[in-house]
């Protein structure tokens, strides 16, 4: 296993992605052992040869009405009876009880693309939380499938009232420190009329640095 990981660290070393992050050697290493640290978490709490996998890093998508809905799970697989199982890898913390409702909101979205595209509903969604070593297994049902198409409709029309009314109300939260936006985005003194322009050459520095 050590010997894949490091394989897959030279392999990502020169990836577009991770080469934007422009870390230093000390943030590199750093970035380099936590991920080690989040594979020995994942040994300790499964057996990877066990695992019946039929897809990994499987991308699905799915219309609704005029809109086409793309995800990619983690990892399909088959449990002991031939039923489908998703497995969703976190490397945040588990949510609490108080929390985890508001958590699974994607889990019901694999469960409404395999069902649309394979023509079976998952019988169970796990989230894998790395960090904490924990799972939370979730049974989908049919209400909680549909609930994907009317929520979709909805936020798509709000899309499309912000577009015509010009009106982009931007909300601070947590994740603001590691967006990519940030610098045009009005709710930290940014234009966003600038970001048009600015952005792409932004990105092409950081990939060809």
Do not use: N
């Not at 594979?39 to 996998?53: F, G, I, N």
């Not at 649309?116 to 998952?122: E, K, N, T, W």
């Amino acid at each position: 296993m050590q010997a894949s990981f490091q394989q897959a660290v030279a392999e990502y070393a020169t990836d577009p992605e991770f080469v934007g992050l422009g870390l230093d050697d000390d943030a590199r290493q750093a970035f380099v052992d936590d991920a080690w640290t989040l594979v020995e978490a994942y040994l300790a709490m499964e057996d990877p040869t066990r695992v019946r996998d039929i897809g990994l890093e499987l991308r699905l998508e799915a219309d609704v009405g005029g809109l086409t809905l793309r995800g990619i799970i983690d990892r399909l697989e088959l449990d002991d009876d031939g039923e489908l199982i998703v497995t969703d890898y976190k490397t945040g913390r588990a949510p609490g009880q108080k929390y985890e409702q508001s958590r699974l909101g994607g889990v019901h979205f694999y469960s409404f693309l395999c069902e649309s595209v394979l023509g079976r509903r998952p019988a169970a969604i796990r989230l894998m939380y790395l960090r904490s070593g924990e799972t939370i297994t979730v049974v989908p049902s049919a209400q909680s499938v549909k609930f994907i198409t009317t929520r979709t409709t909805a936020v798509w029309k709000a899309v499309e009232r912000a577009c015509t009314t010009a009106d982009f109300r931007p909300r601070q939260g947590p994740l603001c420190s590691s967006c990519a936006f940030q610098p045009w985005c009005p709710a930290f003194g940014g234009d966003p009329e600038l970001a048009r322009v600015e952005a792409p050459l932004r990105y092409a520095q950081l990939t060809a640095a």
